[in-house]
């Protein structure tokens, strides 16, 4: 792991053209495997282009009217990784989704540490509830980082999550923002 025994962790909504062109190339630039490890199906992963100019379009909505919304994760000055919302409900749920760019940093309690500044930003921000996620049952990884960040495990079943998800098991966990208060 480079940097310091004690990095801080820095987050921010994406603001510019690159942070989406980062998120787009993690996807498009990983191999088959990766994506099919977290449920993704590569076949149906959008143009680059086309996926860009969607998620700039959508940059320019109000807030409320957003079909996702994106925070960068910054480790030493650099953007490493992302959390985004979406089925955003303003005032009461959205489902959250969490990816460390980065391999080198997995692993090493960062992503953790991302994630649950992320929580408490898409929770402030959105007067949100609460938040539901559904990982790929394959892919312990954040079943792992939802677990360790006080989500609840509600149950497991088939679906297909997403546009660029295939049909499969996923692990519905949700946390509720009362819960935080106690």
Known sequence: MRGAANPQVQIRPFAERSDYEGMIDYFLNASDSF?????????????????????LLDHERDMGEKERFYLAWIYEGIVVGHSSINQIKVGEEAFIHLHLWDKALRKTGLGTKFFAAS?????????????????????????RVLENSNFRFIKKYRTTPGPINFEQNVNKYVLESTSLEE
């Open 35 to 55: 994506l099919k490890g977290m449920g993704v199906d590569p076949g149906k992963l959008p143009d680059r282009e086309a996926w860009l100019e969607s998620v």
């Open 119 to 143: 929580v408490a930003e898409f929770l402030r921000v959105f007067r949100l509830k609460r938040l539901y996620s559904e990982p790929f049952s394959g892919n312990p990884a954040p079943s």
